[in-house]
């Protein structure tokens, strides 16, 4: 019988990757990865907000990724440099984020598990959260698939069929501040990019169809927090790492793989 911090860690794990993977397909559609990498970074303000105020973590964190991600979608709208522009509030976001939390007093904090995350050591309660989370985030997404699907490939053509891409676009924001929000527990704010990202990526050779690419970056996203995990219980690394590496090992066999499966 495995522990029951492991079977708490997978279910985590899992949870993050319901609710990352299909996000994770717009984010590589529309190029958002900077994107993402700037609202998880500022999650470090959410963190010394919650110790500050004495709110759940979560909550601290999911104000200041809504925020954050609310202040990007307003600034690219005024055609200010994108990679610039994100490039500044990724890297400001992390810095004012680890300046903050230093300076809430009274409090000593264990910083690296905010930062690369610590699966192995969330609550039962933590998982109910995360969860809540993932199917918020997977609802909200299939309830406006076709609407975001169409926004994202064609806005013109969004916009003439009655549509509204800017509505479309504060949905993905939402969605994406609650996966941040769910996900800093589990691989912490420097690698939640990461698993928006690196599955979707993986999984677009073998996807024929944006539902089926989806559904394939769930599937490894699903895989590789299980290796990940499999990997840091055997070897004794570390768990949130470890999780990104083991998808990070999936995309480099995909884009191997990516010439022949083209051909068929």
Not at 96 to 105: H, I, N, T
Not at 177 to 194: R, Y
Not at 227 to 246: E, N, Q, R, Y
Request: proline share 4%; aromatic share 6%.
């Amino acid at each position: 019988m495995l522990d029951d911090f492991i079977l708490r860690a997978g279910l985590a794990g899992l949870g993050v990757a319901l609710a990352a993977a299909p996000l994770g397909c717009f984010v590589v559609w529309r190029r958002m990865a900077y994107f993402g990498d700037a609202t998880s970074h500022a999650a470090l303000l959410g963190v010394a907000l919650a110790l500050a105020t004495n709110i759940p973590v979560i909550a601290g964190v999911l104000i200041i990724a809504l925020v954050m991600a609310l202040i990007i979608s307003s600034l690219s709208e005024r055609h200010v440099s994108s990679d610039a522009l994100l490039g500044v509030l990724a890297h400001a976001g992390l810095a004012f984020g680890l300046v903050a939390v230093s300076l809430v007093p009274g409090q000593r904090v264990d910083l690296s598990a905010y930062l690369f995350g610590d699966i192995l050591a969330v609550s039962s309660m933590d998982v109910v959260v995360i969860w809540a989370g993932a199917v918020l985030v997977a609802l909200l997404l299939l309830a406006r698939w076709q609407a975001l699907l169409t926004a994202t490939l064609n806005p013109d053509l969004a916009t003439a069929s009655g549509g509204n891409p800017k509505r479309e676009q504060f949905i993905l924001t939402l969605a994406l501040a609650v996966t941040v929000a769910v996900a800093i527990k589990v691989v912490g704010a420097l690698l939640i990019a990461a698993m928006l990202v690196i599955p979707a990526a993986a999984a677009r050779p073998f996807a024929r169809t944006p539902e089926g690419m989806a559904l394939c970056a769930m599937a490894l996203g699903g895989i590789a927090v299980c290796a990940g995990l499999g990997a840091s219980f055997l070897f004794d690394t570390p768990a949130g790492p470890s999780i990104v590496s083991a998808a990070a090992v999936f995309f480099a066999f995909s884009t191997a793989l990516s010439p022949a499966i083209r051909s068929r």
